[in-house]
């Protein structure tokens, strides 16, 4: 059992969205998804996330509301840039958007509070993956805009963490170059000189 749990992490890559079809989770797998998602560190209990779920026709309405965005901010859009905004959230079957929501907290600083959303957006895609599904977690430039986060449903004091689209997936992720350890681990050798 553990070789197996290790060999998924080892071997875990994101699918291209394009390539994740339909069917999406049912709705017993998506609680089971969401369930192992919500099971993350998090200082203080403070549950500083939440998810919102875009699937059917409301990926089709959040498409044509950013095509609608992207043209009041870059003018009028070529049919080509018209079709990326209107087909963003319906290449996938499911998308899940994970979001940080701070909470007041006189101990726990905000930065933790976004942390433990990308861990819960990471073990949400775990998840996924370990019932068979593709996963893709992307922001794009909507999630770096307060008009664009309000389209997604979005409260003006919360942050996207991640969008990651969920389907089914029949293909091989290609590798791409992992890290090399070498330069990133260190045992400790002391404080750093100032
Ligand atoms: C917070 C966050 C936001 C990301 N946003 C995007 C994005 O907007 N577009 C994109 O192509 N990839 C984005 N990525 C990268 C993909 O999630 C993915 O990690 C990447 O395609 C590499 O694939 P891998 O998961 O197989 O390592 C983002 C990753 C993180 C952690």
Same mark, same amino acid.
């Given at each position: 059992m553990a070789s197996s749990v290790i060999d998924f992490l080892l071997s875990r890559a994101s699918a291209p969205? &394009? /390539?994740?079809?339909?069917?999406? #989770?049912s709705e017993a797998e998506l609680r089971t998804i969401l369930t192992a998602a919500s099971r993350v560190p998090d200082h203080g209990r403070l549950v500083p996330w939440r998810f919102i779920i875009y699937r059917g026709e409301a990926r089709h309405r959040v498409g044509e509301l950013l095509a609608e965005l992207a043209e009041r901010r870059e003018g009028p859009l070529g049919e080509g840039r018209r079709q990326q905004e209107l087909t963003r959230f319906a290449r996938a079957p499911m998308v899940i958007g994970v979001v940080s929501c701070p909470k007041d907290s006189p101990k726990i600083p905000q930065w933790e509070m976004l942390l433990s959303g990308g861990m819960a957006a990471h073990s949400l895609a775990l998840a996924a993956n370990a019932l068979g599904y593709g996963t893709n977690l992307i922001t794009n430039w909507y999630s770096d805009v307060p008009e664009g986060r309000a389209i997604l449903g979005? /409260? #003006? &004091?919360e942050r996207v963490v991640g969008f990651v689209h969920v389907g089914s997936y029949a293909g091989t992720p290609l590798e791409r170059p992992r890290p090399d350890l070498a330069g990133l681990v260190s045992d400790y050798s002391g404080p750093k000189d100032s």
């Open positions: 969205i &394009h /390539e994740l079809k339909e069917p999406a #989770p979005l /409260e #003006p &004091h």
